[in-house]
């Protein structure tokens, strides 16, 4: 089992910058696979950003504007999501699953772990 706790949603405004942190406890930092979706009202959970020990990939909508990483002495990873726009906003899930032999996971299929969840608004 690995338990997610999310941190660092809030309110900012179109242009702004904010910091996500995801941390993990259960398992071994090392032996698992990180991801970030996120669910606006009325739409269904999309993919935002995932990361497989070094190996990353990004939505095409958040390339340039967001950076996954981690911090393997804290078991946290990280979303910094800079240039923020209205449309960014979401309910942002970190999510976790055993690393396999897949270079990099974008379905929220392959991840089993989840967490609750942190509230992202962008004002105009």
């Known amino acids: 089992q690995v338990q997610l706790v999310e941190s660092g949603g809030g309110l900012v405004q179109a242009g702004g910058s904010l910091r996500l942190s995801c941390a993990a406890s259960?398992?071994?930092?090392?032996?698992?696979?990180m991801g970030w979706f996120r669910q606006a009202p009325g739409k269904e959970r999309e993919f935002v950003a995932s990361?497989?020990?070094?190996?990353?990939y990004y939505a095409d909508f958040v390339k340039g504007r967001f950076t996954i990483s981690r911090d393997n002495a804290k078991n946290t990873m990280y979303l910094q999501m800079n240039s923020l726009k209205p449309e960014d906003t979401a309910v942002y899930y970190c999510?976790?699953?055993?690393?396999?032999?897949?270079?990099?996971?974008?379905?929220?299929?392959?991840?089993?772990?989840w967490g609750q969840g942190t509230q992202v608004t962008v004002s105009s």
């Open positions: 999510a976790a699953r055993v690393r396999g032999g897949s270079s990099y996971y974008t379905s929220s299929k392959d991840f089993a772990y």
């Open positions: 990361r497989n020990g070094a190996n990353t």
């Open positions: 259960g398992r071994a930092f090392s032996s698992i696979a």
